[in-house]
C-alpha cells in the first residue's frame, strides 16, 4: 500500500522527535490515558498534549475518548500501521530510554490492578448473587467454545465486555479482538484482568452497544454475554452485530431465559426479566441474521429459585462472500 508522498512527509516529521518515537513505542504495546503517559515520561500535560496531537494529525495514533479520561492507542489498521510496523523494525527499543519505559509501563499495570480490585470489592455481591442462581459460568464457557467453532478467528468483538472474560477465553483463537462497556469502571477491571494473564491480543474501548466504533464487515465473530437484560433496546445491539459481522460471521448471546425474579430488576438493575425466544428470532431477522433455537442449560439443582440461561447462535448468510469467491 502506498501513501501520498505528503503523507509520508507528515508521518516522519511526527515521528522523527525522541519522545514521539517513546510514546509511539509504548502505545505499541498498550492503549494508555493521558495520565498515564504523562506519569511514565514524566511531562507536563500540556507537552504530551502537544505531541499526541502531531501524532493523532498524523495518523499515527488513535484517539478514544472514555468519559472523563482519554486514551491512545497505536494505529492498528491501514497505511498507518503499515508505517510503523516498518518504522519500528529499523528501532532499537533495546536502549536505556526505552527499556525505563517499560519498566514505568509496568508500574502503570500494577495500579490498574489495584484500582480494579477496589472497584470490583465494591460490586462483587451483584455477581455472587446472580452466579449462584444459574448454570455455571465454566461450563457455559465450554458451550460458548463449542458453538464458536473452531477458529482460527480473524477478529473478535465482545459488546459489552464487562470483566473482560469473553476476551480472555476466545483471544487465543483470534489474531485480534476487541470489546467496548460504556462503564470506565468496568473498562478498569477488563484492562487488569487482560494484562495479568498476558493476553496481548485483545484489547478495550469505551463504546455504546447500540451505535458500535467499527466498520462495516469487519468481524467474523461477534459476542453479546449477559448484556441484553440491561438494555431497553436490545434488538439495536442485534442489529449492530449484524451490521459489523463478515458475511458467514457468527453472532454468540447469552442472556437469561424469561422468569419472574423481580429482585434482580429492583436491586440488580435488570430491565428486562429474560428475553423470549421469538423476541430473538425477530431482532435477528431484523439484523439480516439466521438464527437457530437456543442451547437451554438449567439451572444447578436445588437452586430455588434458579435462572435458565440459553445460548442462541445467529449466523450472516455467506452469499455474499460466495459471490466475491
Do not use: C
Not at 519498566?103 to 470490583?120: C, H, I, N, P, W
Not at 496481548?200 to 453479546?224: C, H, N
Amino acid at each position: 500500500m502506498k501513501s501520498d508522498p505528503a503523507i509520508v512527509i507528515d508521518r516522519l516529521r511526527a515521528s522523527g522527535e525522541p519522545t514521539r518515537l517513546r510514546i509511539l513505542a509504548l502505545l505499541r504495546q498498550k492503549d494508555l490515558s493521558v495520565g498515564e503517559l504523562v506519569q511514565i515520561l514524566s511531562l507536563s500535560q500540556p507537552r504530551l498534549s502537544h505531541h499526541l496531537k502531531a501524532l493523532t494529525n498524523a495518523g499515527l495514533v488513535e484517539r478514544l475518548p472514555e468519559g472523563s479520561f482519554v486514551f491512545y492507542r497505536a494505529a492498528s489498521k491501514g497505511d498507518g500501521k503499515i508505517f510503523l510496523d516498518f518504522l519500528f523494525e529499523q528501532v532499537d527499543v533495546d536502549t536505556p530510554a526505552f527499556e525505563r519505559d517499560s519498566a514505568q509501563l509496568e508500574d502503570v499495570g500494577v495500579m490498574r490492578s489495584e484500582s480494579a480490585k477496589t472497584y470490583f470489592s465494591r460490586v462483587a455481591g451483584t455477581w455472587d448473587t446472580i452466579r449462584s442462581l444459574h448454570y455455571p459460568n465454566e461450563a457455559i464457557e465450554q458451550n460458548l467454545l463449542a458453538l464458536a467453532g473452531p477458529g482460527p478467528f480473524r477478529r473478535v468483538v465482545d459488546f459489552g465486555t464487562g470483566t473482560g472474560r469473553m476476551l480472555a477465553l476466545f483471544a487465543p483463537l483470534a489474531k485480534e479482538a476487541e470489546g467496548i462497556d460504556l462503564s470506565h469502571h468496568m473498562l478498569t477491571v477488563a484492562r487488569a484482568n487482560l494484562e495479568r494473564e498476558g493476553i496481548d491480543a485483545a484489547r478495550v474501548r469505551q463504546g455504546d452497544v447500540t451505535a458500535v466504533p467499527f466498520e462495516d464487515g469487519t468481524a467474523d465473530l461477534v459476542i453479546i454475554h449477559q448484556v441484553l437484560h440491561y438494555m431497553d433496546a436490545p434488538g439495536r445491539a442485534i442489529a449492530e452485530a449484524g451490521r459489523v459481522l463478515v458475511p458467514g460471521g457468527r453472532l454468540l448471546v447469552v442472556d437469561f431465559a424469561p422468569h419472574d425474579l423481580e429482585f434482580l430488576r429492583a436491586e440488580h438493575g435488570h430491565l428486562r426479566l429474560g428475553v423470549r425466544h421469538d423476541t430473538m428470532a425477530s431482532w435477528a431477522s431484523d439484523a439480516g441474521l439466521t438464527l437457530s433455537a437456543p442451547r437451554v442449560l438449567a439451572p444447578p439443582k436445588g437452586s430455588d429459585p434458579g435462572l435458565e440461561v440459553n445460548i442462541w447462535v445467529a449466523d450472516k448468510p455467506a452469499e455474499a462472500r460466495e459471490a466475491v469467491a
